[in-house]
């Protein structure tokens, strides 16, 4: 804790503050879409003065009928609830499989091919997959938010293994080999040691698998389509028909869908940072 | 209970996370190959074709082109992005104030949906830009068009890249660093012979990550060019997702989508194996 | 502390879960009426057709009508087919996606369905000539139409007191004039490939022959000949575009169009609603694109937007028909007309839209020709050559490329358009 104390007082300035100006690479866009999730219809021009100025009235309108068009909580429903079943499985399925097969993979040429077999999987162009997995999930009677989820736990598998067998590289067999000779099982040693260990990589493929999944449009239009249930992003489709696109309120819709996942974000990040004073413990 | 060995727990986790993914993945996949001997439309009654959307394939300038394109456009976006997200994590990984917003902030981009970042620099490109260069659009110029997409891109992944590479850096231990000062190496120094060394699984991930997103690339073609000026940024997938689902050419897409999960799957074995390579180097 | 949260989250999911499927829909077809679905693609109508829906069962009790209207409803409607769970009718365009379905025979023959005979005939046939080969029946019930042609402001013609040109001199003079004075007579969103499609259709109703494609499969013509003029004079109108056209795309040239930056705007009516989202005030009219020399040669651009087709999945075709009637009646159209900004396919008179208003006399007249893109693949993105050719301005090298591209992409069309033609054509 000393020196964590000692690191904190040297704060490099210089750092900071061209991170800080850096920022503005993001804050220019994000201002833009703000001030047009603000404005009317009407207030649109071409014209650059126009465009970058604050709207006439800061009314909450927009956000009121872009919730009331998307039908806002119940498809903010379907997207916590897919999204949130999607990370809780993926961490813990493909945990234990990336543990499985980093740990197996030098020696054992089954893992080393179970590895590459899964990456490769990363590289099927998803247009392929569609049809024959909508025809698969109709006849599985999972062409619903399951099968979906079944879906997004298939997708994001080559990038979470690749992430937990890389992460696992850098931790030391020696912290297992203490527990076996305490006389626990691979089983127990994983969920008691690795896994706690683990932590930051967590929380980083909870924030990657999340992003996907909250994002995504394609599979729940092809795969939910028919069940009446919409997703957020699949809702935010009806700001967009064939001849006309309602920025403003497109906009606004999509500032509220950034909020959950930029809070999940945020604590996601803490848990990266606490992984390190853990790990630093230890 | 018998206890499990530590192979037979192994086991145990790997086959059935590899039915799952057999059964959403390359069962699909296998059907989709089968389609590609097909004049399939996506719908209805279809004809068995040979290898003829194949042969098609190969005499296709328009298929040419789009891989010339995607490819230049990935290995620059690659590079790119890699160089900035690794110099943002050490940045965001520094003795830096307001960490947490910080990190926010750069994690933005990420979220933003795809009609936003199209719009918004639609706008900068076609009015903001050439106002303050006096030059005229990028994206109407089939020469720089592609360049505009890469930036937008990495813009876009730059947030998730620099995510795994802040990750990877909580695996390097705080006496690494301390040993290294004592030894005098500081700066470049200390980030060549220390720091990167220790992560280059990351580093590893990070390339075939980015360099197969961008292989893919779709929603940011979508969103700012929709393959024009004159059919000069029509990527792969773009090509896939458009005829294929839009138009009447499922089968010939097939196929095409067939080759080119072999070229990447082809990319990224060489990839892994070259850094793989390098990591027990050292 | 991990295994606590875990186990939080998932108990958290399960019961957003259930709250959701309670809420679900309910409505299982165990009332032992006959339940008919229809999927329409039209979602920015979705209003007007929960008007219908309302209506439709709320006057029949045997019958229970659902209409859905979803996001990229091409898609989904693909995928209803796929997981055969196809809606009993669909709505969708007069276009290449309809030849597609009737060439996939997964439409059902609705020649006895008394209501055909209330649609104009001009509609009928533009329905007709979207089959890749002749076929037996009618397929579709064109329900709207949309118009292409030429938006202009009407109060800066009035102020500068221009006239409507009927002939392409009269055309390319006031352009001229409105050049001269300073203003921008033209503008493109030429970024948004697609928009290059409206004056290329526009002129080509006016100088290619109506079933030009159909010519071609079956080897008469090539479209080198057919489509040359269409060319030289797409290229005379970007002469008169804004400075670098292709910078800018659909909504920018909507956005300038609305805000007064340009007296004229070659597009479809179904721009009109994005335009007065900018400036609803705006008092916009039209006029048929003038590319012949004669003002009787000229010919307005109209193809069918939105039509019903019953499904070869459809249970009871009598229920069908009953919907599909009801569809027509004057009340229902007018519920969607005064929704939507479009033309109805039905011939009887209604209250349309001032934006139509220089188009009305074609309209009544059926002076009319289906956009020619209905006719191309979409995935030869001629679009996208448009774009190309007038970024280079070849047109021989556009053209040949056209034929080309044309043969390779239509190849098992043209050859059942030719075995068709050998067994002894439509004689």
């Not at chain 2, 004049?39 to 010339?68: C, P, Q, T």
């Not at chain 3, 077809?29 to 109508?45: C, M, P, R, V």
């Not at chain 3, 009927?166 to 493109?188: N, R």
């Not at chain 3, 229902?332 to 220089?358: H, M, R, W």
Request: charged content about 15%.
């Amino acid at each position: 804790m000393k020196q964590k104390n000692r690191v904190a007082a040297t704060t490099n300035w210089p750092l900071t503050i061209l991170l800080i100006v850096g920022c503005l690479t993001v804050i220019f866009p994000l201002y833009m879409t703000i001030i047009i999730a603000f404005k009317k219809p009407s207030e649109m021009t071409n014209d650059i003065a126009g465009l970058l100025s604050l709207p006439k009235t800061w009314s909450l309108e927009n956000f009121a009928e872009a919730m009331r068009v998307t039908d806002f909580w119940h498809s903010l429903g379907y997207s916590v609830m897919i999204t949130i079943v999607t990370v809780v499985l993926a961490i813990l399925i493909h945990s234990l499989a990336g543990y499985a097969i980093g740990r197996s993979m030098a020696k054992s040429r089954f893992y080393k091919v179970s590895y590459l077999y899964i990456v490769s999987g990363m590289f099927v162009p998803f247009a392929i997959l569609m049809m024959p997995l909508v025809k698969q999930t109709a006849q599985m009677g999972v062409d619903n938010w399951f099968g979906v989820i079944l879906c997004y736990l298939v997708f994001y598998m080559p990038m979470n293994v690749m992430l937990y067998t890389g992460y696992l590289k850098n931790i030391p067999i020696a912290l297992e080999e203490a527990a076996f000779v305490d006389g626990a099982t691979t089983w127990q040693t994983y969920w008691k040691v690795i896994f706690p260990i683990m932590s930051p990589m967590h929380a980083t493929v909870a924030v990657l698998t999340a992003l996907g999944t909250w994002n995504d449009v394609m599979t729940p239009l092809v795969i939910m389509s028919g069940t009446g249930a919409n997703t957020l992003p699949l809702a935010q489709l009806t700001f967009q028909t064939q001849f006309g696109t309602n920025y403003n309120l497109a906009f606004a819709s999509y500032l509220l869908a950034l909020l959950p996942i930029l809070v999940f974000y945020l604590i996601c990040q803490k848990q990266i940072i606490n992984g390190v004073v853990n790990g630093a413990v230890k | 209970m018998k206890k499990l060995s530590r192979n037979q727990t192994f086991l145990l986790i790997t086959i059935p996370v590899l039915a799952l993914f057999f059964c959403f993945n390359t069962l699909p996949l296998i059907k989709g190959l089968m389609y590609s001997f097909t004049n399939f439309k996506g719908f209805g009654s279809y004809d068995w074709v040979g290898f003829r959307n194949y042969a098609d394939l190969f005499s296709d300038a328009r298929v040419g082109k789009s891989y010339l394109f995607t490819f230049k456009f990935a290995v620059v976006a690659t590079i790119l992005t890699n160089v900035i997200a690794l110099l943002l994590a050490l940045g965001l990984n520094g003795k830096i104030r307001a960490k947490s917003a910080l990190r926010g902030v750069y994690f933005v981009p990420r979220i933003l949906g795809g009609l936003v970042v199209g719009y918004i620099f639609g706008y900068i490109f076609t009015y903001i830009l050439p106002a303050v260069t006096g030059g005229s659009s990028m994206l109407s110029n089939t020469k720089t068009a592609w360049f505009a997409i890469v930036i937008v891109a990495a813009w876009q992944s730059i947030a998730q890249t620099t995510l795994i590479y802040i990750s990877g850096l909580q695996t390097v231990p705080e006496d690494v660093y301390e040993a290294g000062a004592i030894d005098g190496a500081t700066g470049w120094k200390s980030f060549k012979n220390l720091t990167f060394p220790l992560i280059i699984p990351f580093f590893s991930i990070n390339l075939v990550l980015s360099m197969k997103d961008f292989l893919m690339v779709f929603d940011q073609i979508m969103a700012m060019t929709k393959g024009g000026p004159a059919q000069s940024t029509e990527s792969i997938s773009y090509l896939i997702y458009n005829n294929g689902m839009g138009g009447g050419q499922f089968g010939f897409q097939s196929a095409n989508a067939v080759i080119f999960f072999i070229v990447i799957v082809a990319i990224s074995v060489f990839q892994l194996n070259f850094t793989g390579k390098k990591e027990e180097q050292l | 502390m991990k295994k606590r949260l875990i186990a939080t989250a998932l108990v958290a999911a399960m019961l957003i879960g259930t709250v959701l499927s309670a809420s679900g829909c309910s409505s299982e077809s165990s009332d032992g009426k006959t339940h008919i679905t229809i999927l329409q693609y039209k979602q920015e109508a979705v209003k007007a057709f929960e008007t219908m829906q309302e209506e439709f069962n709320a006057t029949h009790d045997d019958i229970v009508l659902e209409i859905e209207s979803p996001n990229d409803a091409m898609t989904v409607l693909k995928t209803r087919f796929i997981k055969e769970k196809a809606p009993d009718i669909i709505g969708i365009g007069g276009d290449v996606n309809y030849s597609n379905f009737l060439d996939a025979e997964i439409l059902m023959d609705i020649s006895d369905f008394e209501g055909l005979s209330l649609i104009k005939q001009a509609y009928l046939d533009i329905d007709k000539n979207l089959e890749f080969v002749p076929m037996d029946g009618i397929y579709a019930v064109p329900y709207v139409a949309n118009a292409a042609g030429v938006l202009y402001n009407r109060d800066m013609f009035k102020k500068n007191g221009w006239e409507i040109p009927t002939t392409w001199d009269e055309f390319m003079d006031l352009c001229e004039t409105i050049k001269a004075s300073g203003q921008q007579p033209l503008y493109f969103g030429f970024k948004d490939v697609w928009t290059c499609l409206a004056p290329w259709n526009a002129l080509a109703c006016d100088l290619a022959p109506a079933d030009v494609c159909r010519q071609v499969n079956k080897g008469e013509t090539v479209f080198k000949d057919e489509y040359r003029e269409v060319s030289e004079k797409m290229l005379e109108l970007l002469e008169h575009a804004q400075e670098d056209p292709f910078a800018y795309n659909y909504n920018d040239a909507c956005t300038a169009f609305a805000n007064g930056e340009a007296a004229m705007y070659c597009i479809g009516s179904y721009a009109v609603p994005q335009i007065q989202s900018v400036n609803p005030d705006m008092d916009i009219d039209s006029f048929v694109m003038p590319g012949c020399d004669t003002e009787a040669d000229n010919i307005l651009n109209s193809g069918v937007d939105l039509q019903f087709c019953v499904t070869n999945e459809c249970k009871n075709k009598e229920a069908a028909y009953e919907v599909l009637s009801f569809l027509l009646e004057d009340s229902t159209i007018q519920t969607y007309l005064d929704d939507q900004n479009a033309v109805p396919c039905k011939n009887q008179e209604f209250k349309l839209s001032p934006a139509l208003d220089g188009m009305l006399d074609y309209i009544n007249e059926g002076r009319i020709v289906d956009y020619q893109d209905h006719y191309y693949p979409s995935e030869m993105s001629v679009d996208a050559q448009i774009q190309t050719f007038l970024l280079n301005g070849d047109v021989d090298k556009f053209l040949d490329k056209f034929d080309t591209d044309w043969v390779r992409y239509n190849r098992d069309i043209i050859r059942k358009v030719q075995e068709y033609e050998e067994k002894g054509g439509n004689k």
